[in-house]
């Protein structure tokens, strides 16, 4: 079974510019996460997704965040404009559902520098 | 607020040496306590669900138990390859989401 792709896996950007991270979760898996680790820390969840709508937004800095998961399959995370404490890896995770204690599986995550 | 601590921060073993990695927790109703692996440069690794005071889980060397309050990871005879980041989660049934602890950095020297 093939798991959580992500791309890039690494991205480096100048501050005030826009980057787009993908993420393709587990076939059949309804809920999609995104999370942000900061080096050191654990993942900080930023937004999920139950098939196409979203479930959970409130730790999402809206105002340069933005996420879309169309059709219900795959997703896009979006920075704009990037801050230089937007640098950390990017963890795309998928659940069968977002049932009781559902097991979530993550993505290799993509690596995000801005300078 | 659902607080997740991890302790210590860092372990170093020599191989064959057993130790016990400590996550503390503070949950209104816990729903679920997770743990993951996570090597360098890859996203964290599924290990153990536990759900209630009392269950235990193994797998391999690893061993995961739960009270009220904490969780362990029993590390038993640990080899260089277990070397990773440990990480714990809780999930609560006030919140979708899961809250991670910082996590154990274990390095297992041969």
């Known amino acids: 079974e093939a798991g959580v792709a992500q791309s890039p896996r690494y991205k480096i950007i100048e501050k005030r510019q826009s980057v787009a991270f993908w993420c393709n979760p587990i076939?059949?898996?309804?809920?999609l996460y995104w999370y942000q680790q900061i080096l050191g820390q654990g993942p900080k969840l930023l937004i999920q997704?139950?098939?196409?709508?979203?479930?959970?937004d409130s730790q999402l800095p809206k105002d340069r965040f933005s996420a879309e998961r169309l059709k219900g399959v795959d997703s896009t995370l979006k920075i704009q404009p990037a801050k230089l404490e937007d640098s950390a890896v990017y963890l795309c995770?998928?659940?069968?559902?977002?049932?009781?204690?559902?097991?979530?599986?993550f993505g290799p995550g993509t690596r995000l520098l801005v300078l | 607020e659902d607080q997740v601590t991890q302790s210590p921060e860092a372990l170093r073993l020599q191989e064959g040496e057993s130790s016990s990695l400590n996550c503390s927790y503070t949950?209104?109703?816990?729903?679920?306590l997770f743990w993951y692996r996570q090597d360098p440069g890859k996203g964290p690794e599924f290990l153990f669900t536990?759900?209630?005071a009392g269950e235990e889980k193994e797998k391999e060397r690893l061993k995961a138990t739960l009270t009220k309050k904490e969780s362990f990871l029993h590390i038993t005879a640990p080899k260089p390859e277990d070397s990773a980041t440990y990480l714990c989660?809780?999930?609560?049934?006030?919140?979708?989401?899961?809250?991670f602890g910082a996590g154990t950095r274990l390095t297992v020297k041969p």
């Open positions: 995770a998928s659940s069968l559902t977002s049932g009781f204690g559902e097991t979530q599986y």
């Open positions: 076939s059949g898996h309804a809920t």
């Open positions: 997704f139950q098939n196409n709508g979203v479930v959970d």
């Open positions: 949950v209104s109703g816990l729903r679920g």
């Open positions: 536990l759900y209630s």
């Open positions: 989660a809780v999930q609560d049934y006030n919140n979708n989401d899961m809250r």
